[in-house]
């Protein structure tokens, strides 16, 4: 309509590489285009949907709000330093969040300034696991390592833009609020779990 707007947003992303390993001077003094890891591999996969929605109050306020939400899978092929087997590493992330604002402008002293507050809240969970397997062209095996992740952000803030001609000046205060959580279901290599837990406002 004429005084509100939405608009959609799609982001999408997938690649597959190779990792042909790191080359000793030996080797790439004797061939700098032979491969030691052709097996090894990168995959990764990353869809991001969004929605915006802007309102148009009066002639001097608007209101914008932003929400989003996607995944990410990072999936790796690497065999060991000697070749016996390969290491098969998933990191997956899975977010959201949501951008609330609201935009006014006024006057004064012959000028229009702009005052801008809102808040964000976000939150992801980024499971990681290892599997092992002896078939250096293998894409599962066995567990070795599980660890979940976990964030939660969240922020308030303020400021205004006093123009003056051509001379801008912004004071601008924000107030968030970390929390990180991790921990280990898993881990063969340590033959024990931990776990940790860190929040923070700044």
Not at 35 to 53: A, C, G, H, N, Q
Not at 143 to 151: E, P, Q
Not at 179 to 195: F, Q
Request: a negative charge; zero cysteines; hydrophobic letters at 35%.
């Amino acid at each position: 309509t004429t005084d509100s707007r939405w608009y959609f947003g799609f982001y999408g992303y997938e690649s597959e590489n190779g990792e042909p390993g790191r080359l000793t001077l030996a080797q790439y003094l004797d061939d700098r285009d032979q491969t030691v890891k052709e097996f090894d591999r990168l995959w990764v996969e990353r869809y991001v949907p969004s929605i915006t929605y802007e309102r148009d109050v009066s002639e001097d306020t608007q209101v914008i709000v932003t929400g989003w939400a996607g995944m990410q899978d990072r999936f790796s092929r690497r065999q060991n330093s000697t070749a016996t087997s390969t290491n098969l590493d998933r990191q997956e992330f899975f977010f959201a969040g949501v951008d609330t604002r609201a935009r006014h402008d006024w006057q004064a002293w012959d000028n229009r300034h702009t005052l801008t507050a809102g808040f964000v809240l976000y939150g992801a969970s980024a499971p990681r696991s290892r599997e092992t397997n002896p078939d250096l062209t293998a894409t599962d095996g066995a567990l070795n390592f599980d660890l979940d992740r976990s964030t939660l952000y969240g922020s308030i803030f303020a400021e205004n833009k006093f123009q003056f001609g051509k001379l801008g000046v912004i004071p601008a205060v924000r107030v968030e609020f970390i929390r990180d959580d991790a921990e280990e279901n898993l881990n063969l290599a340590r033959g024990s779990t931990v776990s940790s837990e860190f929040s923070d406002v700044v």
